[in-house]
Protein backbone atom coordinates (compact mmCIF):
# COMPACT_ATOMS: atom_id res chain seq x y z
CA UNK A 1 0.00 0.00 0.00
CA UNK A 2 2.67 1.86 0.68
CA UNK A 3 4.61 1.39 -2.08
CA UNK A 4 1.59 2.52 -3.99
CA UNK A 5 0.72 5.91 -2.64
CA UNK A 6 4.62 6.59 -3.29
CA UNK A 7 4.33 5.97 -6.81
CA UNK A 8 0.76 8.31 -7.40
CA UNK A 9 2.69 10.92 -5.48
CA UNK A 10 5.88 10.10 -7.17
CA UNK A 11 3.66 10.79 -10.73
CA UNK A 12 1.62 13.22 -9.67
CA UNK A 13 5.30 15.75 -8.92
CA UNK A 14 6.21 14.31 -12.28
CA UNK A 15 2.96 15.40 -13.93
CA UNK A 16 3.33 19.01 -11.86
CA UNK A 17 6.44 19.90 -13.57
CA UNK A 18 5.09 18.90 -17.57
CA UNK A 19 2.39 20.97 -16.95
CA UNK A 20 4.39 23.95 -15.84
CA UNK A 21 6.43 24.00 -17.91
CA UNK A 22 3.80 23.45 -20.79
CA UNK A 23 2.26 26.71 -18.90
CA UNK A 24 5.66 28.33 -19.46
CA UNK A 25 5.54 28.37 -22.77
CA UNK A 26 4.63 31.23 -25.02
CA UNK A 27 0.98 31.55 -25.68
CA UNK A 28 -1.24 33.51 -28.60
CA UNK A 29 -3.81 35.80 -26.17
CA UNK A 30 -5.56 36.31 -29.22
CA UNK A 31 -5.56 33.78 -32.13
CA UNK A 32 -7.51 33.82 -35.44
CA UNK A 33 -7.14 30.39 -37.18
CA UNK A 34 -9.10 29.54 -40.66
CA UNK A 35 -9.58 25.56 -42.27
CA UNK A 36 -9.15 25.81 -44.52
CA UNK A 37 -7.77 29.06 -45.88
CA UNK A 38 -9.78 30.68 -48.98
CA UNK A 39 -9.46 34.49 -49.65
CA UNK A 40 -6.04 36.31 -49.72
CA UNK A 41 -6.39 40.16 -49.89
CA UNK A 42 -4.03 41.07 -52.28
CA UNK A 43 -0.51 41.98 -52.87
CA UNK A 44 0.85 44.61 -50.44
CA UNK A 45 -0.09 48.07 -51.35
CA UNK A 46 2.57 51.36 -49.70
CA UNK A 47 -0.99 53.76 -50.15
CA UNK A 48 -3.66 51.07 -49.61
CA UNK A 49 -2.14 49.12 -46.40
CA UNK A 50 -4.57 46.59 -45.13
CA UNK A 51 -5.28 46.38 -41.20
CA UNK A 52 -7.34 44.97 -38.33
CA UNK A 53 -9.03 46.95 -35.36
CA UNK A 54 -8.52 44.64 -32.39
CA UNK A 55 -8.86 45.25 -28.62
CA UNK A 56 -6.92 43.94 -26.16
CA UNK A 57 -8.15 42.30 -23.01
CA UNK A 58 -4.59 41.59 -21.68
CA UNK A 59 -1.73 43.65 -20.69
CA UNK A 60 2.02 43.90 -22.07
CA UNK A 61 1.14 43.25 -25.94
CA UNK A 62 4.46 42.37 -27.51
CA UNK A 63 4.07 40.59 -30.53
CA UNK A 64 1.74 40.28 -33.54
CA UNK A 65 1.52 37.86 -36.20
CA UNK A 66 0.30 37.92 -39.91
CA UNK A 67 -0.67 34.91 -42.14
CA UNK A 68 0.78 35.87 -45.35
CA UNK A 69 1.31 33.93 -48.58
CA UNK A 70 3.36 34.74 -51.16
CA UNK A 71 1.59 35.51 -54.94
CA UNK A 72 4.11 35.16 -57.77
CA UNK A 73 7.91 34.41 -58.29
CA UNK A 74 9.07 37.58 -58.88
CA UNK A 75 11.62 39.06 -56.34
CA UNK A 76 9.75 41.41 -53.24
CA UNK A 77 10.74 42.91 -50.42
CA UNK A 78 9.54 42.61 -46.86
CA UNK A 79 6.43 43.87 -44.96
CA UNK A 80 6.28 46.16 -42.81
CA UNK A 81 3.86 46.81 -39.34
CA UNK A 82 2.49 49.70 -38.17
CA UNK A 83 0.77 49.31 -34.55
CA UNK A 84 -1.34 52.60 -33.20
CA UNK A 85 -3.27 52.88 -29.70
CA UNK A 86 -6.83 54.43 -31.55
CA UNK A 87 -8.28 57.05 -29.26
CA UNK A 88 -12.06 57.46 -30.48
CA UNK A 89 -12.81 61.07 -31.44
CA UNK A 90 -9.03 61.77 -32.73
CA UNK A 91 -10.01 60.84 -36.49
CA UNK A 92 -9.67 58.52 -38.51
CA UNK A 93 -7.50 55.16 -37.18
CA UNK A 94 -4.56 55.52 -39.84
CA UNK A 95 -3.93 59.61 -38.70
CA UNK A 96 -3.13 58.49 -35.22
CA UNK A 97 0.21 58.21 -34.22
CA UNK A 98 1.98 55.08 -35.04
CA UNK A 99 3.21 53.14 -31.54
CA UNK A 100 5.37 50.63 -33.21
CA UNK A 101 7.01 49.76 -35.95
CA UNK A 102 8.83 46.75 -36.80
CA UNK A 103 9.40 44.74 -40.28
CA UNK A 104 9.91 41.34 -41.45
CA UNK A 105 11.66 40.03 -43.62
CA UNK A 106 11.36 36.43 -44.85
CA UNK A 107 14.23 34.48 -46.82
CA UNK A 108 13.89 35.58 -50.32
CA UNK A 109 13.41 31.58 -51.25
CA UNK A 110 10.24 31.57 -48.98
CA UNK A 111 6.90 30.88 -50.72
CA UNK A 112 3.55 29.72 -49.94
CA UNK A 113 2.07 30.33 -46.56
CA UNK A 114 4.44 31.88 -43.77
CA UNK A 115 3.64 33.48 -40.36
CA UNK A 116 4.86 36.83 -40.36
CA UNK A 117 6.58 37.53 -36.99
CA UNK A 118 6.51 40.92 -35.47
CA UNK A 119 7.95 41.55 -31.97
CA UNK A 120 8.61 44.75 -30.73
CA UNK A 121 9.03 46.63 -27.22
CA UNK A 122 6.52 45.39 -24.93
CA UNK A 123 3.07 48.12 -25.04
CA UNK A 124 2.46 49.07 -21.50
CA UNK A 125 -0.88 49.05 -19.73
CA UNK A 126 -2.46 47.65 -23.01
CA UNK A 127 -5.84 46.10 -21.44
CA UNK A 128 -8.62 47.58 -22.49
CA UNK A 129 -7.23 49.71 -25.34
CA UNK A 130 -8.29 49.49 -28.94
CA UNK A 131 -5.14 48.96 -31.69
CA UNK A 132 -5.04 48.92 -35.18
CA UNK A 133 -2.09 46.73 -36.98
CA UNK A 134 -1.59 48.34 -40.61
CA UNK A 135 0.55 46.40 -43.30
CA UNK A 136 2.88 47.90 -46.24
CA UNK A 137 5.70 47.24 -48.26
CA UNK A 138 8.76 47.37 -46.32
CA UNK A 139 11.34 50.34 -46.63
CA UNK A 140 9.17 52.69 -48.55
CA UNK A 141 8.52 50.42 -51.66
CA UNK A 142 5.26 50.96 -53.41
CA UNK A 143 4.51 47.35 -53.68
CA UNK A 144 5.35 43.74 -52.48
CA UNK A 145 4.21 40.24 -53.55
CA UNK A 146 2.94 38.82 -50.08
CA UNK A 147 -0.13 39.19 -49.40
CA UNK A 148 -3.01 38.68 -45.97
CA UNK A 149 -5.61 36.35 -45.11
CA UNK A 150 -8.71 37.32 -44.58
CA UNK A 151 -11.35 35.52 -43.28
CA UNK A 152 -15.29 36.14 -43.26
CA UNK A 153 -17.53 35.64 -40.57
CA UNK A 154 -19.94 33.76 -42.20
CA UNK A 155 -21.05 30.12 -43.23
CA UNK A 156 -19.42 29.40 -46.51
CA UNK A 157 -21.33 28.00 -49.29
CA UNK A 158 -19.88 26.95 -52.77
CA UNK A 159 -16.28 27.37 -53.27
CA UNK A 160 -15.05 27.81 -56.92
CA UNK A 161 -11.46 27.30 -56.71
CA UNK A 162 -8.65 29.86 -58.20
CA UNK A 163 -9.24 30.25 -62.08
CA UNK A 164 -6.88 29.44 -64.60
CA UNK A 165 -8.06 31.82 -67.00
CA UNK A 166 -7.75 36.14 -66.73
CA UNK A 167 -10.33 37.71 -68.37
CA UNK A 168 -11.46 41.97 -68.36
CA UNK A 169 -15.06 40.77 -68.98
CA UNK A 170 -15.90 37.37 -67.36
CA UNK A 171 -19.28 37.52 -68.25
CA UNK A 172 -21.78 35.98 -66.11
CA UNK A 173 -22.17 33.35 -63.66
CA UNK A 174 -25.50 31.30 -62.62
CA UNK A 175 -25.57 29.79 -59.28
CA UNK A 176 -28.01 27.95 -56.76
CA UNK A 177 -26.65 28.59 -53.06
CA UNK A 178 -26.49 26.37 -50.83
CA UNK A 179 -27.93 28.21 -47.88
CA UNK A 180 -30.09 31.15 -46.64
CA UNK A 181 -29.08 34.84 -46.19
CA UNK A 182 -26.55 35.19 -49.28
CA UNK A 183 -24.75 38.80 -48.39
CA UNK A 184 -21.27 38.64 -49.91
CA UNK A 185 -19.43 37.04 -52.72
CA UNK A 186 -16.03 37.01 -53.40
CA UNK A 187 -14.37 37.52 -56.65
CA UNK A 188 -10.80 36.53 -56.93
CA UNK A 189 -9.09 39.04 -59.08
CA UNK A 190 -5.44 39.56 -61.08
CA UNK A 191 -5.68 43.13 -61.06
CA UNK A 192 -8.68 45.63 -60.06
CA UNK A 193 -8.31 49.55 -59.34
CA UNK A 194 -11.62 50.18 -57.54
CA UNK A 195 -10.95 53.87 -57.72
CA UNK A 196 -10.70 53.84 -61.86
CA UNK A 197 -14.52 53.27 -62.25
CA UNK A 198 -17.47 51.87 -60.68
CA UNK A 199 -16.96 48.48 -59.60
CA UNK A 200 -20.64 47.23 -59.00
CA UNK A 201 -22.23 43.40 -58.98
CA UNK A 202 -25.66 42.91 -60.24
CA UNK A 203 -27.60 39.53 -58.76
CA UNK A 204 -30.34 38.61 -60.64
CA UNK A 205 -32.93 35.49 -59.69
CA UNK A 206 -33.90 33.26 -62.31
CA UNK A 207 -37.10 31.08 -63.04
CA UNK A 208 -36.89 28.09 -60.97
CA UNK A 209 -38.01 26.25 -64.29
CA UNK A 210 -35.41 26.60 -66.56
CA UNK A 211 -37.52 26.09 -69.46
CA UNK A 212 -39.45 29.31 -68.43
CA UNK A 213 -39.74 32.18 -70.37
CA UNK A 214 -39.64 34.53 -67.57
CA UNK A 215 -37.52 37.41 -67.53
CA UNK A 216 -34.73 37.31 -64.82
CA UNK A 217 -35.47 40.23 -61.89
CA UNK A 218 -33.04 41.97 -60.31
CA UNK A 219 -32.95 41.15 -57.00
CA UNK A 220 -29.27 42.83 -55.06
CA UNK A 221 -26.54 45.11 -56.16
CA UNK A 222 -23.06 44.68 -54.23
CA UNK A 223 -20.32 47.20 -53.40
CA UNK A 224 -16.49 46.77 -52.53
CA UNK A 225 -17.06 49.45 -50.18
CA UNK A 226 -13.45 50.88 -50.32
CA UNK A 227 -11.82 52.33 -53.73
CA UNK A 228 -8.62 50.21 -53.05
CA UNK A 229 -6.47 48.35 -56.02
CA UNK A 230 -6.49 44.58 -55.53
CA UNK A 231 -3.68 42.70 -56.87
CA UNK A 232 -3.75 38.67 -56.82
CA UNK A 233 -6.08 38.56 -54.29
CA UNK A 234 -10.57 38.74 -53.71
CA UNK A 235 -12.58 41.29 -54.16
CA UNK A 236 -15.28 41.01 -51.95
CA UNK A 237 -19.23 42.09 -53.32
CA UNK A 238 -21.81 42.52 -50.01
CA UNK A 239 -25.06 43.55 -50.44
CA UNK A 240 -28.10 42.89 -48.33
CA UNK A 241 -29.15 39.84 -47.24
CA UNK A 242 -30.76 37.59 -49.46
CA UNK A 243 -32.78 35.93 -46.47
CA UNK A 244 -34.56 32.79 -48.81
CA UNK A 245 -31.80 32.38 -50.83
CA UNK A 246 -31.03 28.40 -50.85
CA UNK A 247 -31.92 26.75 -53.81
CA UNK A 248 -33.09 29.71 -55.67
CA UNK A 249 -31.60 30.09 -58.91
CA UNK A 250 -29.25 33.29 -59.33
CA UNK A 251 -27.22 34.97 -61.77
CA UNK A 252 -24.17 37.55 -61.13
CA UNK A 253 -23.02 40.14 -63.59
CA UNK A 254 -19.69 42.39 -62.95
CA UNK A 255 -19.35 45.83 -63.93
CA UNK A 256 -15.77 47.05 -63.31
CA UNK A 257 -13.47 49.32 -63.76
CA UNK A 258 -11.04 49.75 -67.25
CA UNK A 259 -8.00 47.47 -67.03
CA UNK A 260 -9.90 44.91 -64.66
CA UNK A 261 -8.11 41.43 -64.91
CA UNK A 262 -10.81 39.14 -63.49
CA UNK A 263 -9.44 34.74 -63.06
CA UNK A 264 -11.84 32.52 -64.33
CA UNK A 265 -12.18 29.02 -64.85
CA UNK A 266 -12.80 27.49 -68.57
CA UNK A 267 -13.12 23.33 -68.45
CA UNK A 268 -11.54 23.15 -65.21
CA UNK A 269 -12.67 19.74 -63.72
CA UNK A 270 -14.00 19.13 -60.53
CA UNK A 271 -12.41 16.87 -57.63
CA UNK A 272 -14.40 13.45 -58.72
CA UNK A 273 -14.15 9.61 -56.60
CA UNK A 274 -13.04 8.11 -60.34
CA UNK A 275 -16.75 7.48 -61.74
CA UNK A 276 -17.38 10.60 -63.32
CA UNK A 277 -15.90 13.58 -65.03
CA UNK A 278 -17.19 17.00 -63.94
CA UNK A 279 -16.80 20.51 -64.79
CA UNK A 280 -17.40 23.68 -63.18
CA UNK A 281 -19.31 25.85 -65.55
CA UNK A 282 -17.57 29.05 -67.39
CA UNK A 283 -16.94 32.09 -65.29
CA UNK A 284 -15.47 34.06 -62.57
CA UNK A 285 -13.67 32.68 -59.64
CA UNK A 286 -16.25 32.76 -56.88
CA UNK A 287 -16.14 32.33 -53.22
CA UNK A 288 -20.14 32.60 -51.53
CA UNK A 289 -20.91 33.48 -47.88
CA UNK A 290 -23.92 33.51 -45.78
CA UNK A 291 -25.13 35.42 -42.89
CA UNK A 292 -22.41 37.21 -40.36
CA UNK A 293 -21.60 35.04 -37.43
CA UNK A 294 -20.98 36.52 -33.97
CA UNK A 295 -17.42 37.77 -33.29
CA UNK A 296 -15.13 37.80 -30.21
CA UNK A 297 -15.47 40.64 -27.97
CA UNK A 298 -11.07 41.29 -29.19
CA UNK A 299 -12.73 41.66 -32.90
CA UNK A 300 -13.47 45.04 -34.26
CA UNK A 301 -12.97 44.19 -37.95
CA UNK A 302 -10.43 44.16 -40.75
CA UNK A 303 -9.65 47.74 -42.77
CA UNK A 304 -8.64 48.42 -46.20
CA UNK A 305 -6.95 51.72 -46.20
CA UNK A 306 -9.75 54.03 -44.13
CA UNK A 307 -12.47 51.25 -44.35
CA UNK A 308 -13.79 49.40 -41.91
CA UNK A 309 -15.30 45.66 -42.66
CA UNK A 310 -16.50 44.37 -39.58
CA UNK A 311 -17.54 41.16 -41.40
CA UNK A 312 -14.02 40.01 -41.55
CA UNK A 313 -10.55 40.07 -40.15
CA UNK A 314 -7.34 39.15 -40.86
CA UNK A 315 -5.96 35.69 -39.58
CA UNK A 316 -3.59 36.91 -37.14
CA UNK A 317 -2.34 36.64 -33.64
CA UNK A 318 -1.31 38.81 -30.93
CA UNK A 319 0.58 37.79 -27.75
CA UNK A 320 0.93 39.71 -24.72
CA UNK A 321 1.56 38.66 -20.67
CA UNK A 322 3.72 35.35 -20.34
CA UNK A 323 4.67 33.06 -17.38
CA UNK A 324 2.69 29.99 -15.55
CA UNK A 325 0.09 32.47 -13.81
CA UNK A 326 -0.45 34.25 -17.14
CA UNK A 327 -1.38 31.40 -18.83
CA UNK A 328 -3.25 29.54 -16.01
CA UNK A 329 -5.46 32.74 -15.98
CA UNK A 330 -6.49 32.19 -19.34
CA UNK A 331 -6.63 28.51 -19.22
CA UNK A 332 -9.29 29.18 -16.26
CA UNK A 333 -11.16 32.02 -18.53
CA UNK A 334 -11.56 29.07 -21.20
CA UNK A 335 -12.78 26.70 -18.87
CA UNK A 336 -9.57 24.54 -18.84
CA UNK A 337 -8.84 24.61 -15.48
CA UNK A 338 -10.95 22.39 -13.52
CA UNK A 339 -10.13 20.09 -16.72
CA UNK A 340 -6.42 20.26 -15.93
CA UNK A 341 -6.88 19.19 -12.35
CA UNK A 342 -8.72 16.38 -13.37
CA UNK A 343 -6.81 15.12 -15.93
CA UNK A 344 -3.52 15.01 -13.55
CA UNK A 345 -4.80 13.95 -11.09
CA UNK A 346 -6.56 10.30 -13.01
CA UNK A 347 -2.84 10.88 -14.83
CA UNK A 348 -1.10 10.25 -11.42
CA UNK A 349 -3.49 7.69 -10.25
CA UNK A 350 -3.38 5.57 -13.58
CA UNK A 351 0.46 6.01 -13.76
CA UNK A 352 0.86 5.23 -10.10
CA UNK A 353 -1.42 2.25 -10.05
CA UNK A 354 0.73 1.02 -13.90
CA UNK A 355 4.19 1.78 -11.64
CA UNK A 356 2.75 -0.73 -8.71
CA UNK A 357 2.22 -3.37 -11.06
CA UNK A 358 5.16 -2.98 -12.31
CA UNK A 359 6.77 -3.56 -8.82
CA UNK A 360 4.73 -6.53 -7.92
CA UNK A 361 5.87 -8.42 -11.44
CA UNK A 362 9.25 -7.90 -10.74
CA UNK A 363 9.05 -9.13 -7.26
CA UNK A 364 7.27 -12.65 -8.24
Not at 41 to 48: A, E, I, N, R, S
Not at 172 to 199: K, M, R, S, W, Y
Not at 330 to 354: C, D, E, P, T
Request: proline share 7%; with cysteine.
Amino acid sequence: MLKQLFAIILTLVFGSVFLFTALNRETAEIDIRIRPKRTPVGKLFQHFPPGQLFICDFDDLKRLDALMVRQGPAATGGVSLELRRIVEGRGDFLEQPVLRQVTWNPPAEAKGQQWATFIFETVPKSKGSMFHLALRPADGAALCNWAPWSTMRATQGEFRPWGNTVQSDPGTLDFQPLHNDLQTIAIGVNGLDAAAGECRMDIFQLPQDPESKDEPVLVRQGSLGHAAPTASGYAFFSFNPIVDSRRKRYQLKLTLAPGARILTLKDKPRPTNGQTQEFYADGPTAVFYHGVDDAPSALVGQTIQHSVFKDRDLIFRAFGEDGVRSNWIKAKSRGAGKRFIVGLAFWALAMGLALRLTWRSQQA
